[in-house]
């Protein structure tokens, strides 16, 4: 079945440092690709997403490429912020369009 | 609006009690969802309402009873739960023929 894997951290940053979470997915077909981010007490918000091959979301600073020949939907950000110490969640859409298929997260720590 | 609200945001009970969690949006969705999230791990899909009509019961023991009242209105009924149901109750919403889900901040459940 579809599956997400992503590297599940915890990732540890100094502020202003590049950040990439590897994200990597099985599916037949060619699902929509989602990056949600979850901060302490909160639910989950959405962070960016790409719905076909060589698509790149970006919000906030952040950005990924659905890269279709690899199956990978990489998170990146230049220059993190304390502010955006979470946990990260890589995603998939399944066949049906109905439900999200969660890699097991990545805990990002941003220290100042 | 532009939101999905849950109340409360936190409850406890005991194994006896009868309790209900509410999620509301009006944003128009038509699908509606309920996951429960453990500390440390993605939130786990639990039921999906189509059309106020249950599309998807993901084998939820019978403690747990989703209603769907109307469009805006996606209530879980809670009886008889186990300490290991404590977790993050998570509500979703998604526009038909998209497939983004966009989520609410969640009631933290204890039971005792």
């Known amino acids: 079945g579809d599956s997400v894997t992503q590297m599940e951290g915890p990732v540890t940053l100094s502020e202003e440092a590049f950040l990439t979470i590897n994200c990597t997915y099985t599916?037949?077909?060619?699902?929509?690709l989602f990056w949600y981010v979850q901060y302490p007490g909160e639910g989950l918000q959405l962070l960016l997403k790409?719905?076909?091959?060589?698509d790149k979301g970006s919000n906030k600073g952040f950005e990924a490429t659905y890269r279709k020949e690899t199956t990978s939907f990489h998170l990146e950000k230049g220059s993190v912020q304390v502010s955006d110490s979470a946990v990260y969640f890589c995603?998939?859409?399944?066949?049906?369009?109905?439900?999200?298929?969660f890699g097991k997260g990545t805990t990002l720590s941003v220290s100042s | 609006d532009t939101e999905v609200t849950q109340t409360p945001k936190h409850l406890v009970m005991g194994m006896t009690n009868k309790k209900s969690l509410k999620c509301e949006q009006h944003?128009?969705?038509?699908?509606m969802y309920w996951y429960k999230q453990k500390a440390k791990k993605p939130p786990e899909l639990m039921f999906v309402?189509?059309?106020?009509?249950?599309?998807i019961n993901e084998s939820v023991p019978s403690r747990f009873s989703p209603e769907c009242p109307n469009s805006s209105l996606l209530n879980l009924h809670l009886h008889a739960l186990q300490p290991e149901d404590s977790a993050l109750y998570l509500c979703?919403?998604?526009?038909?023929?998209?497939?983004?889900?966009?989520f609410g901040p969640g009631t933290r459940l204890l039971v005792l």
């Open positions: 979703a919403s998604k526009p038909a023929g998209r497939e983004t889900q966009y």
């Open positions: 599916a037949t077909g060619y699902p929509s």
């Open positions: 790409a719905t076909k091959a060589d």
């Open positions: 995603a998939l859409s399944d066949q049906a369009g109905t439900a999200l298929i």
């Open positions: 944003m128009g969705h038509r699908a």
């Open positions: 309402y189509s059309y106020e009509k249950l599309s």
